[in-house]
């Protein structure tokens, strides 16, 4: 086996007991610190595969921002999970049509693989073909969201941190709250 194949085994191995510990948690502190492991055992795994542009987003956002969210959320709600006193059939309705909707949504889309689909025939081809003439970097996604759609992909990352200032100011606002009623 080459050095490659071990790494990714590795990976895929640390990632599936993360997943089987993670299951098996009752602590919210354990279970948030875990997610920011996979989160980055993850994005170790995208580098592996030569998705760079990926990984840097699965380490910013999964291991990064969200593990700060989930602490802080912890940090104001506690560390143990309590049994809710409400009635869960709201909450399984409200999932049962969301999940009918997206399945609808999809009913519509051409079929996986499919070489004919409008994704294969219009700019696809050029990208493949021309990316590493053009951009001069081989990964083809990566010089798709650096390069072709480079504003597209600065705007995503405006709204994921306009997304996350909003919650830290919500997170914040709340734990103030809380202090000042003690």
């Given at each position: ?120 025939t219009h700019v696809a081809p050029h990208y493949l073909t021309q990316s590493s003439e053009e951009i001069g970097i081989p990964n083809v996604v990566t010089s798709v969201l650096a390069s072709y759609r480079g504003y597209d992909t600065l705007g995503e990352v405006a709204v994921i941190f ?21």
């Open positions: 086996m080459d050095i490659e194949t071990i790494i990714n085994f590795s990976l895929l191995t640390l990632l599936a007991l993360t997943v089987i510990v993670l299951i098996r948690m009752k602590s919210l502190l354990a279970i948030a610190l875990s997610s920011g492991v996979y989160s980055f055992l993850s994005a170790g795994l995208f580098v592996a595969m030569d998705a760079v542009d990926v990984a840097f987003t699965e380490a910013a956002v999964g291991a990064g921002i969200t593990t700060i969210l989930l602490l802080g959320t912890i940090a104001i709600t506690g560390r143990e999970q309590t049994v809710s006193k409400h009635k869960r059939f709201l909450p399984i309705a409200v999932i049962t049509i969301t999940g009918a909707a997206l399945i609808y949504g999809t009913l519509d889309m051409p079929l996986y693989g499919d070489a004919n689909a409008p994704i294969h306009t997304a996350a200032v909003g919650v830290l100011l919500l997170l914040g606002k709340t734990a103030k709250r809380g202090v000042r009623k003690q």
